[in-house]
T-cell receptor
Framework: EAGVAQSPRYKIIEKRQSVAFWCNPISGHATLYWYQQILGQGPKLLIQFQNNGVVDDSQLPKDRFSAERLKGVDSTLKIQPAKLEDSAVYLC????????????FGPGTRLLVL | GDSVTQMEGPVTLSEEAFLTINCTYTATGYPSLFWYVQYPGEGLQLLLKATKADDKGSNKGFEATYRKETTSFHLEKGSVQVSDSAVYFCALSDYIGTYKYIFGTGTRLKVLA
């Protein structure tokens, strides 16, 4: 079974530029999560999708971050404009819709904002 | 709200030493509990899980038991190897309208040969 795919793996941009990350979840997984992981910390949820609908975006900085999940499969996360404090690893994870389903993570995208 | 607290690192051990990483949680419902491991430059990998009280999760020599009475899920391994060096995250999943995950801050383990 293929895992969660993410691209790019690394990105370096200057502040005020825009950037987009892509995630392809495990086939059939209804729930998709985007997390931000700052160095030395645990993952912090940014947004959670159930199929193609948003179920939780309470911690997403909506003035600069946006995300979509077209057709309930792939997802993109965008930052525009980026700030220095956005430097982090952005993790995508997916989970089946069953009660005992487990969340699986992709390799992450490491973003450095200069 | 729900939370996870795990011991601060780094934890430095010699090869073949016994490992314990403490994790406690608070939850309003009946959460599932997880340990994830993160190797340098990689995403989080599920190490083990337990879905109800007294369940024991195990994998690759690691074990953790879901203790409802002490709200704990401590990670143990009898004999660590250099290859176990990584960051370990304790997490819970609780149903709050949807399945939400709460992670601890992570504990870095360094095993010396």
């Amino acid at each position: 079974e293929a895992g969660v795919a993410q691209s790019p793996r690394y990105k370096i941009i200057e502040k005020r530029q825009s950037v987009a990350f892509w995630c392809n979840p495990i086939s059939g997984h209804a729930t998709l999560y985007w997390y931000q992981q700052i160095l030395g910390q645990g993952p912090k949820l940014l947004i959670q999708f159930q199929n193609n609908g948003v179920v939780d975006d309470s911690q997403l900085p909506k003035d600069r971050f946006s995300a979509e999940r077209l057709k309930g499969v792939d997802s993109t996360l965008k930052i525009q404009p980026a700030k220095l404090e956005d430097s982090a690893v952005y993790l995508c994870a997916s989970r089946p819709g069953t009660r005992l389903g487990t969340q699986y993570f992709g390799p992450g995208t490491r973003l450095l904002v200069l | 709200g729900d939370s996870v607290t795990q011991m601060e690192g780094p934890v430095t051990l010699s090869e073949e030493a016994f490992l314990t990483i403490n994790c406690t949680y608070t939850a309003t419902g009946y959460p599932s509990l997880f340990w994830y491991v993160q190797y340098p430059g990689e995403g989080l990998q599920l190490l083990l899980k337990a879905t109800k009280a007294d369940d024991k999760g195990s994998n690759k020599g690691f074990e953790a038991t879901y203790r409802k009475e002490t709200t704990s899920f401590h990670l143990e391994k009898g004999s660590v190897q250099v290859s176990d060096s990584a960051v370990y995250f304790c997490a819970l999943s609780d149903y709050i309208g949807t399945y939400k995950y709460i992670f601890g801050t992570g504990t870095r383990l360094k095993v010396l040969a």
